[in-house]
């Protein structure tokens, strides 16, 4: 997208439907604009600042269109875009709004592109991009762990930690580039072992912080979950247990689970999208078959899968092997009959009473994860940034033989590519396209 940031924006940035509802404006005629529409005790203007002032909102006619409408002016650059800002806070419902906005459009302000505001914000050094990604990962989040994450990204401890790299992987640069420049002179040069030391040590910490990828995306995207098993071993009511309430149907015949059900449930931090399946068996109904067909789908695409049995004897279907590209857990259920036989690695359940749950969520924490606990307090970086790292720590690899040989033409070449892509992830070096990548994920008026 070409920027325009000479234009004004309006946007919605509330969802249709709330109790109130918010317009946003941002650019240079803002407060021109919001002023030919609002009307209040006090003036929009800068003594006024940041302060919510009672009014009422009409169009450019004089016709009324909200009699108590808040309004709040930002001066630029002291605002959430940099820009000059206005919100309007009126009544929520679809047609008030509806009625200012057009009222703006007809004035010369524009309709808002998804994360425009953001955009601005970022193009104007307000946030950097790893800021601007967190904005969107706040309102997605799904669990306390995935919104404390965001909330440090929005912070800037990403931004920070990643310039950090960038910052000592442009001395190194720097340094290159001087012996480019002043081949002959006896500059103050750091050592060969300093050089390689560096090198080394930046290497170290962009794979560090490019492993924490997976938990970034568990936190990030959560995980699926497939409960599958034999009819009536208790999958319904194991995914009644794990939500605390009854979303499945739970029937002592089987095979009543014909469809997928899907829930979202949080397990130790980790936002799982949960999925029962039909019963697995032969069957000449055809719903139940394609039921099973949708189970064995369900199973291949599955993060993680836990294959139930139940716990009386003489009905144990064991795991049939399916494709599937996550792990498997096998799950014992009705352990509270005190009928269990099965020895070995296997995860004993009461879906009735509840016995063997907590042992359950911590088997899954650590199939998800490989390991218990997830790192909270630290960063986790996304694909993206993941992506990034590993990109800058292969040209640090490129580059050290070089540096080592005292190749400077040559080895300034992987630490420019280096920098760049350590700039691509926190803004400075991000191209156009990528932003419209990004900020097409954001909702309008965000
Ligand atoms: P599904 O077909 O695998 O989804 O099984 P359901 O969840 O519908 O359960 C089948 C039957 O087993 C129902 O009568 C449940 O009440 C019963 N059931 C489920 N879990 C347990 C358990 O942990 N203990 C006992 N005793 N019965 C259970």
């Known amino acids: 997208m070409q920027e325009y940031n000479d234009q004004t924006i309006c946007a ?27 009307r209040g005790h006090g003036t929009l203007d800068k003594t006024h600042a940041r302060r919510m002032m009672l009014g009422a909102l009409h169009d450019e006619n004089g016709r009324s269109i909200d009699q108590s409408c808040l309004a709040v002016y930002f001066p630029g650059p002291d605002s959430y875009t940099g820009e000059d800002v206005v919100e309007l806070h009126g009544h929520g419902g679809a047609l008030p709004m509806r009625r200012a906005l057009e009222a703006l ?49 929005l912070a800037g401890e990403l931004g920070t930690a990643v310039e950090e ?12 580039e001087s012996h480019l420049d002043f081949p002959d002179e006896e500059l103050d040069w750091q050592s060969p072992e300093w050089l390689a030391r560096e090198t080394a040590e930046l290497q170290l910490r962009l794979r560090a912080l490019a492993a924490t990828r997976r938990e970034g995306e568990v936190l990030r995207e959560g995980v699926s979950l ?55 068996r032969e069957s000449k109904d055809a719903i139940e078959t394609d039921g099973m067909a949708r189970a064995r789908n369900a199973v291949a695409s599955a993060d993680l899968v836990l294959w139930l049995t139940e716990a009386v004897g003489e009905n144990v279907l064991p795991w049939p092997e399916w494709a599937h590209r996550g792990a498997v ?19 004993r359940i009461s879906a009735k009473t509840g016995e063997g749950l907590d042992i359950l969520a911590d088997a899954i924490e650590e199939a998800i994860l490989g390991q218990r606990g997830l790192a909270t307090g630290t960063l986790a970086v996304s694909a993206r940034h993941a992506a990034l790292l590993v990109d800058a720590c ?53």
């Open 12 to 38: 919605l940035a509330t969802a249709v439907g709330g109790a109130l509802a918010v317009i946003r404006l941002s650019g240079p005629l803002a407060l021109d604009t919001a002023r030919k529409l609002w």
């Open 105 to 153: 459009l007809r004035l010369g302000l524009r309709t808002a592109l998804p994360g425009e505001f953001t955009r601005r914000a970022f193009l104007n050094g307000k946030l950097d991009l790893t800021q601007a990604e967190a904005v969107a990962e706040v309102i997605s989040a799904e669990s306390d762990a995935a919104l404390a994450l965001a909330n440090r990204q």
């Open 226 to 280: 497939v409960i599958a098993g034999a009819p009536n071993v208790g999958k319904s009511s194991l995914l009644n247990r794990l939500l605390g309430r009854d979303r499945a149907i739970v029937s002592a015949t089987p095979g009543t689970t014909r469809d997928t059900v899907e829930a979202e449930l949080v397990v130790h931090g980790i936002p799982l999208h949960l999925v029962d399946t039909a019963g697995i």
């Open 329 to 347: 857990l096998q799950v014992e259920n009705k352990c509270d009959l005190g009928t269990s036989t099965s020895t070995g690695d296997i995860i």
């Open 165 to 176: 790299l960038r910052t000592r992987t442009q001395a190194l640069l720097a340094e290159v």
């Open 394 to 446: 292969t040209r640090l690899t490129e580059a050290t033989p070089l540096l080592a040989a005292q190749e400077w033409e040559l080895a300034a070449i992987p630490l420019r590519g280096a920098l760049n892509a350590l700039g691509e992830i926190t803004g400075q070096t991000a191209a156009p396209d990528l932003l419209d990548t990004i900020f097409h994920r954001f909702c309008i008026g965000k």
